[in-house]
């Protein structure tokens, strides 16, 4: 790894039904250092759900952590989800060294009880 390069990120991709759950999800994601910074866009899914094709506008959020940080998002957001079935896509990235350290110092903080 040089100088211009953090230890590797973990991007989670996830959906959210509307943007009042999109926005309380993100918040407490980072309020609880679980991600040091979610990015919301809305978008149109089509997906097959108890045997029925659907439809419908939701909000996806991008959401970023730690490679250390990644277990307790996940937990995280198994527990703060509104979703019974939610998507939880993630994969690791490289970042530059200086977003690398701030997402690193964002989500190192002792961890905080899940509400």
Not at 30 to 51: D, H, I, K, N
Not at 80 to 91: A, G, K, M, Q, R
Request: aromatic share 6%; hydrophobic share 45%.
């Amino acid at each position: 790894m040089d100088a211009t390069t953090a230890d590797p990120l973990v991007l989670v991709l996830t959906t959210e039904a509307d943007e009042g759950k999109a926005d309380a999800l993100a918040q407490a994601l980072v309020e609880q250092g679980l991600a040091a910074c979610v990015s919301r866009l809305p978008v149109r899914s089509t997906y097959r759900w108890q045997c029925q094709l659907e439809s419908a506008q939701e909000v996806q959020l991008l959401i970023k952590t730690s490679r250390a940080g990644w277990p307790r998002l996940e937990q995280g957001l198994r527990a703060l989800h509104s979703y019974d079935t939610p998507e939880l896509l993630h994969w690791e990235a490289e970042a530059s060294a200086d977003y690398g350290a701030w997402v690193s110092e964002s989500v190192a903080q002792a961890p905080q009880a899940l509400s």
